[in-house]
């Protein structure tokens, strides 16, 4: 990607490493060189895999189009000569197709020569392609007209019509021109689906503020921030890396990533995410996640690889694609022969007319451009909605969900929960509670224990490191503090270490029907006391619930917390079924059991204890706001962390299969059809043949309708 501006190397090229040079071929993704060239398997133009922000002109379209453009003439001229070069009697007998042959000549070896180097690559490397019958096609008819101008005493008297044997230069210029024009509209198209990557690179701004040590600020190129600068964003600016709000207040416009029209209020301690707009006020941050690591060129990476994945319906039309070539050819042969043998006089003119007719309106590109191209379109369209498929089976999978399992905090709650209340058994005090609490929860990723260490400091509680930390992933974590053997969670790990709740028991419940979470504390083996912790419902999360249920999904609820607490918050959201205080090993055997009943089952979940569940699932559906191990897990990522992408993507899921069976279906039926058209086989009823001109056209209109139907996916509606 030499020609993307520095300060994108940084979001994107950084990121991919070589693949900012290295070229693939969009029907088979496993074709991969380090640069420009043609697939060795369909002959098709390769691509990069990272397209360039300002990419310059395709090499390959600009050849097509002066190749095009000079030998159009020619081919206008042949084919009026050939058409009515008799009625007008502008040439005699012979002496017209020597005119012809030196028209069309320049239009089949210069104009169509770069078909004929592909389609004898196809026969050397065994791998018979579109190439291979628009070769054969072409090459048939011209050098049967040749034969014909040259050596005219070798036909038949049959053969002779009107003082000359008849032939078919201008159908051969005219396939030649055809397909010219066919893939010029093609490459111009499949430029189209890499708009969306080229979008996501130029969000990125070109320069940071930077507020220096001595407080002086300058303007620098992106590529020059590093972690832990102080950036300052000014009105109407956008966010230059990802980061950590200092100081100010403002709204910041995130709907190019997340997908969410309304500004997001931001003040000290927010995080903010590179390229998103600051709307008003200024604000002072420090810089976290640069480069390769910004949430941006991580999209970018995942949206790049998602669109150069091969969908599951790929697969048959791959296998029948395999022998779809070997059998079009059989059926030119048998289509020759059998006219030549068996069809009225000239039965051997008719049978090369069929015979070339077959091979060029069989091609088999539609068939593999089918579903590349709306994987393309459908994982870009994803992106500027704040969803990120993994690849493109993730995309086939999610249409199919019956059952979607999620997890309580931060999925269906903001995730950012607020210190409540501190209970203190007898002979315990609650700051002591709190200090040892937080001091082992220094080491949690858990968004409750995060609460809990901001309370204390805000208390202003010397925090201690522990000696030792371990987390018993979804029920707790334990270690020794200060010299005192703590564990903190939830009813599950109290049970596992022979802990007696019932002191607090009463409390506990009474907290948890307000959904309000409790974690117990233990002290070298003696309950001390819990924490109470409250995390307030998106406000988005009862809609998305009510509107998947529309459409038959049955929700259910796994989370680590208290049942009572999980039932409080299920009942605000009205989802009937609940799971609470699981393991992670709980919600992955929830997952397998369902998927056992004949459940297809998704999990949408943000942390490391839903990672196992995230996996089993059929799709797991990662929130952008979560862990690494979570979105690693996952084959479906939403970057702004709420349920209504689930929306989105499964809307955009149901489109994109529609389209690909869309495009499946007309490739199958337009082949089905045109071949027995182009044999002849309506002849006795029509008494008219397929013309090879006009199966060129049709050749042509048919890849080029495959991938304009796939960009129609751009359209799909937000949700």
């Known amino acids: 990607m030499s020609d993307t501006p520095a300060h994108l190397h940084h979001s994107a090229a950084a990121l991919s490493g070589d693949m900012a040079t290295e070229y693939t071929c969009p029907m088979h993704p496993e074709i991969r060189q380090p640069g420009p060239g043609t697939c060795p398997k369909c002959g098709m133009t390769l691509e990069a895999v990272m397209p360039a922000l300002e990419e310059e002109d395709n090499p390959e379209l600009k050849d097509f189009t002066r190749r095009f453009w000079w030998s159009l003439p020619l081919t206008v001229i042949v084919t009026v000569l050939a058409m009515a070069g008799h009625a007008l009697s502008l040439f005699h007998g012979v002496t017209q197709n020597f005119v012809e042959f030196f028209l069309a000549t320049p239009v089949v070896l210069w104009a169509g020569w770069p078909f004929f180097v592909r389609g004898v690559a196809s026969v050397r490397q065994r791998s018979p392609n579109m190439w291979t019958l628009i070769g054969l096609g072409t090459a048939a008819a011209y050098l049967y007209s040749v034969a014909a101008t040259f050596w005219p005493g070798g036909f038949p008297a049959t053969f002779m019509q009107e003082g000359r044997i008849g032939v078919y230069f201008e159908a051969a210029a005219v396939i030649i021109s055809l397909t010219l024009l066919g893939q010029m509209l093609e490459l111009k198209a499949r430029s189209q689906t890499s708009a969306a990557i080229k979008s996501l690179l130029g969000l990125s701004p070109k320069t940071a503020r ?13 590529s020059h921030v590093h972690r832990g600068d102080h950036l300052r964003i000014r009105p109407g600016e956008k966010v230059p890396v990802d980061g950590t709000v200092l100081e100010g207040e403002s709204a910041v416009d995130e709907s190019m990533l997340t997908g969410e029209p309304v ?9 903010l995410i590179g390229a998103t707009i600051n709307t008003h006020g200024s604000l002072v941050m420090t810089a976290q996640k640069v480069g390769a690591e910004t949430v941006l060129a991580q999209i970018v990476q995942m949206v790049a690889r998602a669109q150069r994945s091969k969908a599951p319906m790929q697969r048959m039309a791959d296998l029948i694609a395999g022998y779809f070539v070997m059998g079009v050819i059989a059926i030119a ?29 069989a091609c088999p590109c539609a068939l593999g451009l089918a579903t590349p191209m709306s994987i393309m379109v459908s994982t870009g369209k994803a992106a500027s909605l704040g969803v990120l498929f993994r690849d493109a089976s993730a995309i086939e999978n999610l249409c199919r969900i019956d059952t979607l399992i999620v997890d309580k905090t931060g999925t269906l709650t ?63 974590v334990s270690g020794r503090v200060d010299g005192k053997l703590v564990h903190l969670g939830n009813t599950a790990l109290m049970n596992a270490v022979s802990i007696n709740v019932y002191p607090l028991q009463q409390q506990a419940e009474q907290l948890r ?17 819990l924490l109470a912790v409250s995390d307030p419902i998106k406000p988005t999360s009862r809609e998305a619930v009510n509107r998947l249920k529309a459409h038959d999904i049955k929700i259910i609820m796994a989370t680590g917390d208290g049942l009572t607490t999980a039932r409080a918050v299920a009942m605000e959201m009205g989802i009937e079924e609940v799971h609470g205080e699981v393991k992670p090993e709980d919600k992955e055997r929830l997952v397998a059991d369902l998927q056992r009943d004949g459940r297809q089952v998704a999990m949408a979940g943000d942390g490391i204890n839903d990672a196992p569940a995230l996996a089993r699932a059929n799709v797991g559906i ?21 349920l209504m992408g689930i929306l989105r993507a499964r809307t955009l899921s149901v489109a994109t299969v529609r389209n690909m069976r869309q495009n499946l279906g007309f490739a199958f039926l337009y082949n089905s059809m045109g071949i027995p058209l182009a044999a002849g086989l309506l002849y006795p009823l029509t008494g008219h043949l397929l013309s090879p001109m006009i199966a060129a056209i049709a050749m042509s209109v048919s890849s080029a309708s495959v991938v304009f139907n796939a960009l129609r996916l751009r359209n799909t509606p937000a949700q």
Do not use: C
């Open 622 to 642: 990662a929130m952008g706001t979560g862990t690494d191990v979570a979105m690693n897990s996952a084959q479906l990522t939403l970057v702004k962390g709420d």
């Open 414 to 476: 903001e995730g950012r929960p607020a210190f409540h209340s501190v209970k203190a058994t007898q002979g315990f005090d609650g700051r002591q509670v709190l200090l040892l609490a937080a001091s082992l929860d220094q080491g949690s990723e858990h968004p409750l224990a995060h609460a809990i260490v901001d309370h204390a400091r805000s208390e202003h509680l010397e925090l201690i490191k522990p000696a030792s930390f371990e987390s018993a992933s979804g029920i707790g």
């Open 333 to 361: 042969v048998l289509t020759f022969f059998g006219w030549g043998l068996l069809g009225p006089e000239p039965g051997w003119v008719f049978g090369l007319i069929n015979a070339v007719a077959v091979l060029i309106i």
């Open 263 to 271: 500004p997001v209020i931001k003040r000290a301690g927010d995080s």
């Open 513 to 529: 029907a307000q959904g309000i979470s409790i974690i117990y504390m233990a002290i070298d083996g003696v309950l001390a006391g």
């Open 210 to 222: 930077r507020i220096n040590a001595d407080g002086q600020e300058q303007d620098i190129p992106l």
